[in-house]
């Protein structure tokens, strides 16, 4: 089985510093590590990211669980790790129908409320929550996975009550908050046509509105035969054309099957275990493990071939040990998405990577 490299042969030139001119490098932090618990974490953020994104404290189910209520403990830690280090710092996600508390779309009584008290709850929650950071927070995902794959709205509460609206709005609350800030749309399976087409669609219709927008968060949540790496690029290409900066947001690239013949990266997604969907808990075949890499190598090519447009490239976590992955649709499962391994050494991909940047 493929071994990750020693921590005294470790890479001699971090991530950061190999793709300096070229793209940032990114890595979603979780609790453990803006805390500081989790130490091999943060040493790994520190030697070989420079741009972090919130991966779950500045969703509104954490910031603001009851209405007026709001905890900003932890986000403050994660912007203040930011700014010691001298990190692009994102913030991640300001309206998402996912993790989004119950009583931001009910009134008392439990029936959805008007389109004009969700409206002004929006406004609320995020002037409120963009007003705190103004001036410390280079971007903000402003919405998040508001279309599906066909390329229609997704028929979450906020367009149920609001309708289309809501996303402009969604921008021009965060804009009037902080004018300074970078304002993106994020969302998985970016390379599928219909998606594509929809948030082309969607873009325009705001720029017409000249409603600020400056980037396209495209999720990497991947698998070792998806999405099609010529797709993705059109994507890319697409996106870039828009006049907007292309993000490769929430990478990951997952080597076990997945329980259903839809693959996505639906959040809501649960499934009963079963020891056929988790074949690889005792270590990664070295077959297994050369495909992987091989993946990541080709994406970080196409990555690299588009640098002119690309201006992150953020993972998913930090290392395996604490990814999303093991625990999603499936809990229990043992997974290998990430580019350190369970004990955050650096897998071999990563010196290949940093390769890569010295034959462009």
């Not at 994660?78 to 010691?84: P, R, S, T």
């Not at 797709?231 to 997952?254: H, Q």
Request: charged share 25%; with cysteine.
């Amino acid at each position: 089985m493929l071994s990750g490299c020693n921590t005294s042969d470790e890479v001699s030139s971090s991530l950061k510093d190999a793709f300096q001119g070229k793209f940032l490098i990114g890595a979603a932090m979780n609790v453990d590590q803006i805390e500081g618990q989790d130490t091999a974490g943060v040493r790994v953020v520190k030697h070989h990211f420079n741009s972090i994104t919130a991966e779950d404290c500045m969703k509104s189910m954490y910031l603001q669980p009851e209405e007026g209520e709001f905890f900003f403990e932890e986000a403050d830690r994660f912007i203040e790790f930011g700014e010691k280090n001298g990190m692009h710092i994102v913030g991640h996600t300001l309206i998402w129908h996912s993790q989004a508390p119950d009583w931001f779309f009910t009134d008392e009584a439990g029936n959805d409320v008007s389109r004009e008290v969700l409206i002004e709850r929006m406004r609320n929650h995020i002037s409120t929550v963009v007003g705190r950071y103004k001036g410390r927070i280079d971007g903000w995902d402003v919405v998040n996975e508001a279309i599906l794959d066909d390329g229609t709205y997704r028929n979450s509460k906020f367009y149920s009550i609001i309708g289309e609206d809501f996303i402009p709005l969604a921008f021009q609350f965060t804009h009037e908050a902080d004018p300074d800030a970078e304002l993106y749309y994020n969302d998985y399976g970016m390379g599928l046509e219909g998606r594509r087409n929809g948030v082309v669609q969607m873009v325009k219709s705001l720029q017409e509105r000249n409603i600020p927008i400056d980037g396209i968060g495209m999720q990497g949540h991947m698998g070792l035969d998806y999405p099609d790496i010529n797709e993705y690029e059109k994507s890319i290409l697409a996106y870039s054309a828009l006049g907007l900066k292309v993000m490769i947001t929430e990478m990951d690239i997952i080597v076990l099957p997945f329980p259903s013949p839809n693959v996505t990266a639906e959040v809501s997604l649960s499934y009963e275990y079963q020891q056929e969907m988790n074949p690889y808990a005792a270590g990664l075949p070295d077959s297994v493990a050369t495909i992987w890499e091989n993946r990541y190598v080709d994406y970080f090519k196409l990555f690299l071939k588009h640098q002119d447009k690309i201006s992150r490239v953020t993972l998913w976590g930090v290392s395996d040990a604490a990814s999303w992955r093991n625990d999603w649709p499936m809990h229990g499962r043992t997974d290998y998405p990430l580019l350190f391994d369970r004990d955050y050494q650096p897998k071999p991909v990563v010196k290949k990577l940093i390769e890569l940047t010295k034959q462009q």
